[in-house]
């Protein structure tokens, strides 16, 4: 995904270009994520970074909601809105632990609130949350709906118990007009993962945790030869269930049959399209109605190449209001050139850092590489796995600096070599700890770049799919928030936790390449009372004095492990 290789920089020249009042006063410049990457330019301060809002000691209210789900079909008859009443330093209303009628005086703990469409009287929902709670789900009735491509726009109106403190904010949801030919993908907005459904699902919502590839076909219009390919892309067992179809061919080819006979998952591939919005309509409008089309992808490294910031966004908003049923996903390459801007233009956000062989020394454009000077492939990398959960918490505080909702983030695993960046491919090992680390940040979708690749990295991630896209880990992974673990041994070890009901998943990382020889114990954060699988891994894990313990954690390996849980109350 670099197309300045391919390309040179002719186009990188055009791109700057268009984008010079946006992004920067060098507009002739050679840049990538705003940085020059030839030599003989100057070293200069790039832009663009996201920063936390100053913070003056000042305690602000932040309500925020979203419906549950980003949309809501016909048949379906409740719908929910998650909550958020979070103590802010940066964002919301003026807030102090106080709340007074003038004669009685209490502590301001809770907000008494009420959720209405706007215009209306009647709430959809009148309830309490306690101040600084977060992710609170709120049910109410859709039956008096009309379906409609329209949303509903909502308000909730929020107060202390004594009214001397007022919050409203605003949102909106969507209940559409079911499509039962087609498929449609709903984002879950407080755990941010996606569901699906088509006719294979019996029309019923199912989750999906989509694991890919950006995948070539060739072109074919043979019918027998699509096929063949997507037979090809999942030969090796149940693991790949989706792929972002790179295709420069028409959007009638038989492939699309295949792909949608098969039950292969696709995200639609706009990206020569996206800047030009006649183009991307009539390309939304041809594919928009099939069975396994599960989303579009419009922009690749739009940071990197320094397209217009409106770009993305009017592409984005072209196609929700063509085909409202399929969320638009966008890949972000640098580590933060304007991360407010691009992320502005998608629903799904993937991110592409590729460590793995790179080297930062002596790029192949005759720069060193820097937070203000070069491109080596990787942006502000350290060349190791572990640019990779840097990079999504990253991209997770930005959201945070900004006071925006997070998006669902993929990651997109470096699966190639070449290009004079990177020196080799991945590891089988590297290949699993990097998927392993982005899942613990919360990552809800694999898409690696790009297949065909190695038999061996083929297999190896055939493998992982066919596990984490599947029951018991599938439910972990998108039925709710990864939290870190601390494990006491090296830095490079890595931990974290998910828990659904009466059972907790573990997933156990060594990110780096020596061996831990001696008896590794895990303290859990909840006590177990058995232990259930190792879905993952192949160690020979166990509780021991209610410890997570395995005698030998060899270099670059990952595990997860499903324990049972105490229940109280
Ligand atoms: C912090 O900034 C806000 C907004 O400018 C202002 O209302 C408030 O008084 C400031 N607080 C302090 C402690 O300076
Ligand atoms: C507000 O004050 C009450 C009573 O002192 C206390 O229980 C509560 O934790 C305080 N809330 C916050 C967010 O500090
Ligand atoms: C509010 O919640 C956040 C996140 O859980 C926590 O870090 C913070 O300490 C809480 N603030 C107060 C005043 O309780
Ligand atoms: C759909 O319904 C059919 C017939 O009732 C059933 O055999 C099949 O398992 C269902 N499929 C799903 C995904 O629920
Ligand atoms: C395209 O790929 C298919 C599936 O791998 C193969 O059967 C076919 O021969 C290829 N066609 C061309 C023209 O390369
Ligand atoms: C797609 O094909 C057209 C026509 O062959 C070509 O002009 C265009 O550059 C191709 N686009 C990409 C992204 O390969
Ligand atoms: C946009 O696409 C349309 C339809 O493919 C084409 O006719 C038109 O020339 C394109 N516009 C530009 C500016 O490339
Ligand atoms: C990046 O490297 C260039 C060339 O060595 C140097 O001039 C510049 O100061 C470096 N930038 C940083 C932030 O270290
Ligand atoms: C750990 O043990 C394995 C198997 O006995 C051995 O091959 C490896 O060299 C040891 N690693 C370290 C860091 O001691």
């Not at 592409?352 to 790029?363: C, M, N």
């Not at 669902?408 to 080799?424: C, I, K, L, S, T």
């Not at 039925?479 to 936790?497: F, H, I, R, S």
């Not at 156990?508 to 177990?528: F, I």
């Amino acid at each position: 995904m670099r197309l300045i290789t391919l390309i040179s920089g002719l186009l990188t020249l055009v791109a700057t270009v268009t984008a010079q009042d946006e992004t920067g006063d060098h507009p002739n410049w050679p840049r990538w994520c705003g940085k020059v990457y030839e030599s003989g330019y100057p070293s200069f301060e790039p832009g663009g970074h996201t920063t936390a809002p100053p913070d003056n000691g000042s305690t602000y209210l932040y309500v925020q909601f979203k419906p549950r789900y980003s949309i809501y079909l016909d048949g379906e008859t409740t719908a929910s809105f998650v909550v958020n009443a979070a103590l802010s330093p940066w964002y919301g209303g003026a807030w102090t632990n106080s709340t007074t009628d003038g004669t009685a005086t209490q502590p301001f703990t809770d907000l008494v609130f009420s959720i209405n469409v706007a215009g209306n009287n009647t709430p959809l929902v009148k309830s309490s949350i306690s101040i600084n709670e977060t992710g609170i789900e709120f049910e109410f009735d859709l039956s008096a709906f009309e379906p409609s491509l329209t949303p509903y726009d909502v308000v909730l109106s929020g107060s202390s118990v004594y009214e001397d403190h007022i919050d409203t904010a605003a949102s909106s949801f969507l209940y559409l007009p079911d499509n039962p030919s087609g498929s449609a993908t709903k984002i879950d907005n407080l755990n941010g993962g996606l569901l699906f459904k088509n006719a294979a699902t019996n029309n019923s919502f199912v989750p999906l945790l989509p694991y890919g590839y950006y995948g070539w076909y060739n072109g074919s219009t043979v019918p027998a030869e699509a096929d063949a390919f997507v037979h090809e892309y999942t030969s090796n067992g149940e693991g790949l269930n989706a792929i972002i179809a790179l295709a420069n061919y028409t959007d009638t080819n038989p492939v699309y049959d295949s792909m949608d006979e098969f039950g292969l998952h696709y995200m639609f591939d706009l990206r020569s399209s996206y800047k030009n919005l006649t183009e991307t309509e009539t390309r939304v409008n041809t594919i928009k109605g099939r069975s396994s089309l599960f989303a579009y992808w419009t922009a690749d490294e739009p940071d990197g190449q320094q397209v217009p910031f409106n770009t993305t966004p009017a592409a984005q908003s072209l196609i929700h209001t063509l085909d409202p049923y399929h969320p638009v996903a966008i890949t972000l390459n640098c580590q933060d050139f304007y991360f407010g801007a691009y992320a502005a233009g998608g629903d799904i956000l993937m991110a592409d850092p590729y460590p793995i062989g790179t080297s930062y020394a002596l790029s192949k454009w005759g720069t060193t590489c820097n937070a203000t000077l070069g491109d080596c492939g990787c942006d502000n990398c350290a060349g190791t796995v572990q640019d990779v959960p840097s990079r999504l918490d990253d991209l997770a505080m930005y959201e945070s600096w900004l006071g925006r909702w997070p998006l669902p983030r993929f990651f997109n695993p470096q699966v190639f070599h070449g290009e004079d960046y990177w020196a080799r491919d991945p590891t089988p090992g590297e290949a699993r700890v990097m998927n392993a680390l982005a899942f613990s940040r919360g990552a809800t979708g694999i898409f690696g770049w790009t297949w065909p690749s190695s038999d061996v990295l083929f297999a190896t991630h055939s493998e992982m799919a066919a596990v984490v896209t599947a029951s018991p880990v599938r439910e972990f992974l998108l039925g709710g928030k990864a939290e870190p673990l601390t494990v006491e041994g090296t830095e490079l070890l890595d931990a974290a936790y998910w828990v659904q009901g009466e059972r907790m998943m573990v997933s156990v990382v060594n990110g780096g390449y020596v061996d831990v020889n001696s008896t590794l114990a895990v303290e859990l954060p909840v006590a177990a009372t058995g232990f259930e699988a190792v879905p993952f891994g192949g160690l020979s894990w166990r509780l021991v004095s209610g410890r997570l313990t395995v005698d030998r954690l060899p270099a670059m390996s990952s595990s997860f492990i499903i324990l049972g849980l105490e229940v109280t109350g």
